[in-house]
């Protein structure tokens, strides 16, 4: 066994199997912090016996097994405080592994109590990369632009808190379930924009793994709540967005605008899917949350085979009835962008400047006035809105596109 | 498991007849259902003496350690397998003594 597929294997044994490993150790030993730390534990002895010994023939099995015995010797060694209830589960430490169909069941806990709401939203989304997605600590800290220290001692007081307060490890009753669901689905939209839109100088524009994450967890979500239209419609999103992954960064790691992208490029299985979601609510005939209206726009990009084709007047409709749930800024900037396609770019930067009160630190405000600015030939101000933009922006793709932007400007 | 159910107050009012009357309800819940240990209202924050005899003798101060607009006017502790049974609990008890409520785990 040579050391680079080792290596290929650890990754992908991290991928695959570092949620399940947390949440049987979790469900083990009732604490989120034993459970974790013993997990990196684990993968870190993997890193180290994997390239000599071999990659074990079920490297799930052993890193559970590993992680087992790490978690075991660390109740140990703290165990002269008496702790009789952690002691009894040292009994059942040499179960066998979960059967298959448990390990969803495992990692949807995992999901509802990293999502509790108890725990502050930016924790929760935190907490749910960590524990659920593998992301180690200066990854997470990177894709929020916080200290590392921070991001570790909010992590430290969410697992004193879950510990303290006992915040239950299980998927809530039928009754609470609605409620808590739309929870974790902000998370998980949360942790797939991190992924398609990443964060900071040295990171890949897109993380395929956590936008794939995302879609896998959100699965996991609708498997548990098949006719659950919101559950769906994210869904419907992540998919249709992710299948225009391969389009939107060009060779040179330049960011593709939409309108830009090569169509031939996008997933065809994912838009399929995608689109089937879609029309699945929209035969369900009950009025759409804002998940469903967003898939439904993206839909309608995505059945364009030419971004001529683009049905604007329908993507403004959508937009309109999305104010009405969401009368965010932000779902107004987006607006502005499709009044540009339908009304003009005049029309639509009247709408996108009032929003500048509100707007003004963020980037894609200043990027969208940049191009409207290009467009209506006015090169100066566009310039400078790309300035503000360049400034702001954190993605490392959507900078370049910007900067090329600026200097093609006359 | 047991919490402290705080409830907080920034009025100067007890409850009314009508509040009272719907912890009452909620009281005789709590003990049915096996969650009542203790439960008190407590009279005003000016009514609060502080005493610190960590020095050479005990010194006291008259009013609370902390002077601020809200403040603890009573509290519940409350037997709960999970914070989410408490939680839905403490969410009945703010609606029946129509005040805010901080739900906290004992050590």
């Known amino acids: 066994m040579n050391r680079v597929n080792a290596r290929d294997a650890i990754t992908r044994a991290h991928h695959e199997e570092w949620a399940r490993v947390v949440a049987a150790l979790a469900r083990r030993f009732g604490d989120l912090d034993i459970a974790e730390e013993a997990a990196a534990e684990a993968f870190a002895t993997a890193v180290q016996r994997w390239p000599a010994d071999g990659v074990p023939p079920s490297p799930g099995a052993w890193l559970t097994t590993t992680a087992n015995r790490k978690a075991i010797d660390r109740i140990r060694r703290e165990n002269k405080r008496d702790d009789k209830q952690r002691e009894a589960q040292l009994l059942y430490a040499d179960d066998p592994p979960e059967p298959l169909d448990a390990i969803d069941d495992e990692r949807l806990r995992l999901i509802f109590t990293c999502c509790h709401p108890a725990l502050a939203m930016e924790t929760r989304v935190a907490l749910t990369l960590r524990m659920v997605a593998g992301l180690t600590m200066p990854e997470i800290a990177r894709a929020f632009l916080v200290q590392e220290t921070a991001m570790g001692q909010r992590i430290t007081r969410a697992k004193a808190k879950i510990k303290a307060a006992r915040i239950p490890y299980r998927v809530p009753s039928a009754e609470d379930l609605p409620a808590r669901v739309s929870g974790v689905l902000a998370v998980l939209y949360l942790v797939f924009n991190e992924g398609y839109l990443a964060t900071g100088p040295d990171t890949d524009p897109v993380r395929h793994d956590l936008t794939a994450e995302a879609i896998r967890l959100t699965r996991l979500i609708r498997a548990l709540l098949p006719d659950d239209g919101e559950v769906a419609g994210l869904l419907a999103l992540m998919l249709l967005t992710e299948a225009r992954r391969a389009a939107r960064v060009s060779g040179s790691g330049e960011l593709v605008t939409l309108g830009e992208q090569d169509r031939g490029a996008w997933d065809a299985a994912l838009i399929a899917e995608g689109h089937r979601l879609v029309r699945e609510r929209l035969a369900a005939g009950v009025a759409p949350g804002r998940y469903q209206i967003l898939a439904a726009i993206s839909a309608v990009h995505t059945s364009a085979r030419d971004v001529r084709d683009t049905d604007w007047s329908q993507v403004v409709a959508l937009y309109d009835q999305l104010v009405r749930l969401d009368p965010s800024p932000i779902i107004a900037l987006n607006r502005a962008v499709a009044i540009a396609e339908l009304d003009g770019p005049q029309v639509a930067l009247a709408a996108v400047d009032h929003l500048e009160h509100k707007l003004a630190g963020y980037h894609a405000y200043h990027a969208t006035r940049a191009d409207l600015l290009r467009r209506l030939g006015r090169s100066q101000k566009s310039r400078a809105a790309y300035d503000k933009a360049i400034e702001l922006a954190g993605n490392t793709a959507e900078t370049a596109y910007l900067t090329r932007r600026r200097d093609e400007l006359g | ?107």
């Open chain 2, 1 to 107: 498991m047991q919490y402290l159910v705080s409830v907080i107050d920034d009025t100067a009012g007890l409850a009314t007849p009508d509040e009272q009357a719907a912890i009452d309800v909620f009281n005789d819940r709590l003990q049915a259902e096996g969650h009542w240990v203790f439960a008190g209202g407590l009279a005003a924050p000016s009514t609060a003496t502080v005493i610190d005899n960590r020095g050479e003798e005990a010194l006291l101060t008259d009013g609370p350690f902390l002077e601020s607009k809200e403040y603890l006017a009573g509290f519940w502790i409350i037997e709960a397998a999970d914070l989410d049974v408490v939680l839905k609990l403490a969410a009945e008890g703010s609606k029946a003594c129509n005040r805010k409520i901080e739900v906290r785990p004992f050590l």
